[in-house]
């Protein structure tokens, strides 16, 4: 079965220092994609990255980065010099790859960027 | 481009209440739709997905459905609602249909039932 865990509920940095997000996730299949979203105050989940299981080279988006770890079974998600527009709830996401197979969502893990 | 849309924003309603939620697409044809529930936590629960139009997967039991009488359309209803069908509802569609392909989330409607 699927399972998506982010250990980390909830996390508070001072404005410009890293901070890593956990996600560690369960599936059978070797054929599988791993997502993070985030969501501000406003409520809209908005999609961040993408990943396939095929494809294990690590990723930057300007002060994001992803580690995907096949090994341990780990997606985790990095801030560079954290910004307070950083402040939301970050999940990480699971998808076996069905036509209409469903996306299993981690609890998240509150981020608080203080100022 | 793709846009979604959800209305109401936000909803007060009484217990026992009828509820209509709506989603639209647009700027894709055929797409999964997808309603989900946040309540009092952070945890996004699947309540309903869909295929095609009128075809429904409801995967929690519980006085809500869906339908999806045309292609871009999405409908959360109830014929009477509970206290704990409070929450955050989300609607959400694939790019190109299947859950391997990015979903992408409405702006949400927040739902309070009293």
């Known amino acids: 079965a699927q399972k998506v865990t982010q250990a980390q509920t909830e996390i508070s940095v001072v404005e410009k220092e890293d901070v890593t997000l956990d996600c560690v996730y369960e599936?059978?299949?070797?054929?599988?994609?791993l997502f993070w979203y985030k969501q501000p105050p406003s409520g809209e989940l908005v999609f961040l990255i993408r990943?396939?299981?095929?494809?294990?080279q690590n990723e930057i988006s300007g002060r994001y980065s992803w580690n995907f770890q096949k090994s341990t079974s780990s997606f985790n998600f990095t801030i560079t010099a954290s910004q307070v527009v950083d402040s939301a709830v970050y999940f990480c996401?699971?998808?076996?790859?069905?036509?209409?197979?469903?996306?299993?969502f981690g609890k998240g893990t509150r981020l608080h960027i203080l100022p | 481009s793709q846009t979604i849309h959800q209305w109401p924003a936000t909803l007060v309603q009484p217990v026992g209440s009828p509820l209509s939620l709506e989603c639209t697409v647009e700027?894709?044809?055929?797409?999964?739709l997808y309603w989900y529930r946040q309540a009092a936590g952070r945890g996004l629960q699947l309540l309903f997905y869909?295929?095609?139009?009128?075809?429904i997967s409801s995967e929690v039991p519980q006085n809500l459905s869906a339908s999806r009488p045309q292609d871009r359309q999405f409908i959360l209803s109830s014929k009477k609602l509970l206290l704990s069908d409070s929450g955050f509802y989300l609607c959400?569609?694939?790019?190109?249909?299947?859950?391997?392909?990015?979903?992408?989330f409405g702006p949400g409607t927040r739902l309070t039932v009293l």
């Open positions: 959400a569609w694939n790019l190109l249909g299947g859950s391997t392909d990015t979903q992408y």
């Open positions: 599936t059978r299949d070797t054929t599988y994609y």
């Open positions: 990943r396939n299981s095929f494809d294990e």
């Open positions: 996401a699971l998808s076996e790859g069905n036509r209409d197979d469903k996306i299993i």
């Open positions: 700027g894709t044809s055929n797409p999964n």
């Open positions: 869909s295929v095609g139009i009128g075809q």
